[in-house]
């Protein structure tokens, strides 16, 4: 997939002010849709109980800042250059309001009960920094293998 289609549009202000101004999230979601289609991939309700420090993060988080934990949003792609500057702003947005924002790359679905997991890179690294995670890297969580 280009990234291509999610630099920002040229009326990136007015973008924000409308985002802002929706009085619900699915209004927002689908504004988004709106903007850049297929930005957003999917929900997800928690993240696997094989990386517990994700859980725990998120929830710290959305302590810190005042809010319940929402969901897990996998999106495409989040830009850090200017010119994709509104995929970081939409992330931001849904962070302050209780969602953890992950690309693709980052985050995977168990595919028996749909649970977040990292991505074999993100397991390494995690690995490799001394965190508590599986030995292995699958792309099922340790309940789901054990069933």
Request: charged share 25%.
């Given at each position: ?5 999610f630099k ?19 209004e927002v ?92 890179t993100e ?25």
């Amino acid at each position: 997939m280009s990234i291509e289609k999610f630099k920002n549009p040229v009326d990136i202000e007015s973008v924000r002010t409308r985002i802002v101004e929706c009085p619900t999230m699915k209004e927002v979601h689908d504004l988004i849709e709106q903007i850049l289609p297929g930005w957003i991939i999917e929900y997800l309700a928690d993240y696997s109980a094989d990386y517990q420090h994700l859980r725990y993060n998120w929830k710290e988080a959305c302590k810190m800042i005042g809010v319940r934990p929402a969901k897990i949003m996998i999106v495409e792609y989040i830009g850090f250059t200017d010119e994709y500057s509104l995929t970081r702003f939409f992330a931001e947005f849904f962070t302050h309001v209780g969602f953890v924002v992950r690309s693709r790359a980052e985050i995977i679905t168990c595919s028996k009960c749909n649970l977040a997991l990292p991505g074999r890179t993100e397991h390494e690294k995690m690995k490799n920094a001394g965190l508590q995670v599986p030995d292995v890297w699958s792309e099922t969580c340790s309940k789901c293998k054990s069933v």
